[in-house]
């Protein structure tokens, strides 16, 4: 398993200090809001549960899943909501959670459909961001970290759903996925 990490690109250590500054910097700009974080699953879960702990504000967090990913590991370009959120997001201030923006289709997607839900407002985190690959004007409104056009696993991140338990982000060895 780890063998076909081939580099550590963010260690524990510095996801951690960066999730910590990312949930100070929310809990100053949404004081005072009604929040609800929508977790975006499976990926964004290990992500989505350090970060509202580092958000010292009452909160509410809902789960979605979508996909546009099959095992490969570029975007089909379609998204399907496969659980959708449990409670309604009207007058509420939402966080959409993802573990990484790529080309940028997912947020694009699912905020268009929440902004449908007439949410007070509405904005995107993830926290890694492969700004080189998006296809569309999507930006992220909190990242956490700008990565290189790499596939990368771990705290979440999955290749045809593994690697997501490693406690860093690592650059998946692409001998894995060309033989595939
Ligand atoms: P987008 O719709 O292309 O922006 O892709 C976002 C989704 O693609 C994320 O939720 C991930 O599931 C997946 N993804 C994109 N890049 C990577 C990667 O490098 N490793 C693992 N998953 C990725
Ligand atoms: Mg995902």
Redesign the pocket.
């Known amino acids: 398993m780890k063998e076909n990490v081939k580099e550590i690109l963010l260690t524990k250590e510095q996801i951690d200090a960066r999730v910590e500054e990312m949930g100070a910097q929310i809990t100053r700009e949404y004081a005072d809001k009604n929040v609800v974080v929508i977790v ?1 699953l ?3 879960a290990w992500f989505a549960t350090d970060l509202t702990r580092a958000i010292d504000l009452p909160l509410r967090t809902e789960f979605m899943v979508a ?1 546009s ?1 099959g095992d490969g590991t570029s975007t089909s370009g379609k998204v399907n909501v496969r659980l959708d959120l449990s409670e309604s997001i009207e007058g509420k201030d939402v966080l959409l959670v ?3 923006i790529d080309s940028g289709v ?1 947020f694009a997607a699912i905020s268009a459909m929440l902004m449908e839900r007439k949410p007070a407002s509405l904005k995107t985190v993830a926290l890694c961001d492969k700004v080189e690959r998006r296809v569309n004007g999507m930006q992220a409104d909190y990242v956490g970290f700008v990565i290189p056009d790499e596939f990368v696993v771990g705290y979440g991140l999955d290749y045809a759903g593994d690697y997501r338990n490693l406690p860093y982000i690592g650059v998946l060895d692409p001998a894995v996925y060309s033989k595939a």
Do not use: H, P, V
């Open positions: 975006l499976k990926g964004a996909s990913y993802d573990d990484i997912t």
